[in-house]
């Protein structure tokens, strides 16, 4: 088992940065790919980042490329999302996903609880 929390998000003015952390416990962090997801209002979550455990390679979703940065610190336990350059589309709960392997594969394993983030126009 693997407990996800997440916390950074606030509320930020269009042009923003926030960066979001997701501290991981249970078992063995550096055996699990991390990403990250969002959920605006009546919309479906979807796929935001993520960085693989074995050679740090990162995804991005088209949306965020280039203002999105995902980076991991295996000897915390942590996985950060820094973005730069909010846009109100932005807004969104965000989560944490963990997937048991050494590359990210979508099928996630464990959830975050969420944390807002808020981008005022």
């Known amino acids: 088992q693997v407990q996800l929390v997440e916390s950074g998000g606030g509320l930020v003015q269009d042009g923003g940065s926030l960066r979001l952390s997701c501290v991981a416990s249970?078992?063995?962090?550096?055996?699990?790919?991390m990403g990250w997801f969002r959920q605006a209002p009546g919309k479906e979550r979807e796929f935001v980042a993520a960085?693989?455990?074995?050679?740090?390679?990162?995804y991005y979703a088209y949306s965020v490329k280039g203002r999105f940065t995902i980076s991991r610190d295996n000897a915390k336990n942590t996985v950060y999302l820094q973005m730069n350059s909010l846009k109100p589309e932005d807004t969104a709960v965000y989560f944490c996903?963990?997937?048991?392997?050494?590359?990210?594969?979508?099928?996630?394993?464990?959830w975050g609880q969420g944390t807002q983030v808020t981008v005022s126009s």
């Open positions: 249970g078992r063995t962090f550096s055996s699990y790919s």
């Open positions: 996903a963990a997937r048991r392997g050494s590359r990210w594969n979508p099928r996630v394993d464990y």
């Open positions: 960085i693989n455990w074995s050679d740090g390679g990162t």
